[in-house]
């Protein structure tokens, strides 16, 4: 797995702008740092060149999301400012509209991919476990295919078509099998969404 981490693949309209200060980010605080104890996101010089890794999202009420921004993995916690508000996702045209201090992640479409399957779809994260994703055959997870890269509008239609073909709408975790120990899990609830990862990393031990 030669692919660059933390490399911005879609097209990004970005303006500046103040962060969502009045937003409730308590749930995405919580899960940043339970990732981070766990090791599944954060920055590490031995892992993926040093780059970043891992990501997190919340829908907003209006329909658009907030995203962790580009490389803020090495952070011991996010305050507003690291977060990139997502104003739009066009997954054909491989456009990301979004405003805020800093850019989006490099997953900011795959991200958007999975809200548009559902409305429920409150949550996303993206984790890196070597464990889980090692495992990933005998844990049985729906994976995209392994010629798809992340960051594209690829990855949103392999995201789509798992969703439809079935595992993804009970599982809730898929594993991405060109994109080196990536795992996402989404849900209704930060907790639906980051328990389902937690618990196939404590399966896996």
């Known amino acids: 797995m030669a692919e660059e981490e933390g490399v911005i693949k879609y097209q990004l309209e970005f303006q500046g702008a103040e962060p969502l200060v009045a937003h409730d980010f308590s749930d995405l605080t919580r ?20 780059y970043g890794f891992g990501n997190i999202s ?10 962790s921004g580009t490389q803020t993995g090495g952070l011991d916690s996010l305050a507003p400012a690291d977060y990139a508000h997502v104003l739009k996702a066009d997954i054909t ?3 990301i509209e979004a405003e805020g201090r ?8 795959s991200h958007a991919a999975i809200y548009a399957l559902a409305p429920d779809i409150q949550f996303v994260f993206h984790v890196h ?10 844990l049985d997870l729906p994976e995209t295919s392994a010629d798809v890269p992340y960051g594209t509008p690829q990855m949103a239609q392999e995201i789509r078509r798992l969703y439809e073909a ?10 991405m099998a060109g994109h080196e120990d990536g795992i996402i899990g989404f849900g209704s609830t930060a907790d639906e969404a980051g328990e389902a990862i937690m618990r196939l990393l404590a399966s896996d031990e």
């Open 31 to 50: 899960w940043h740092r339970r990732f981070k104890t766990a090791r599944i996101l954060g920055q590490d010089p031995g892992r993926y060149e040093g």
């Open 58 to 67: 919340q829908r907003l009420s209006d329909g658009s999301f907030v995203i």
């Open 93 to 95: 045209r491989n456009l």
């Open 102 to 109: 800093i850019a989006p992640s490099s997953e900011a479409l």
């Open 129 to 138: 476990s070597p464990d889980i994703w090692q495992a990933r055959h005998a």
């Open 166 to 175: 079935g595992p993804l709408q009970s599982g809730k975790v898929l594993a």
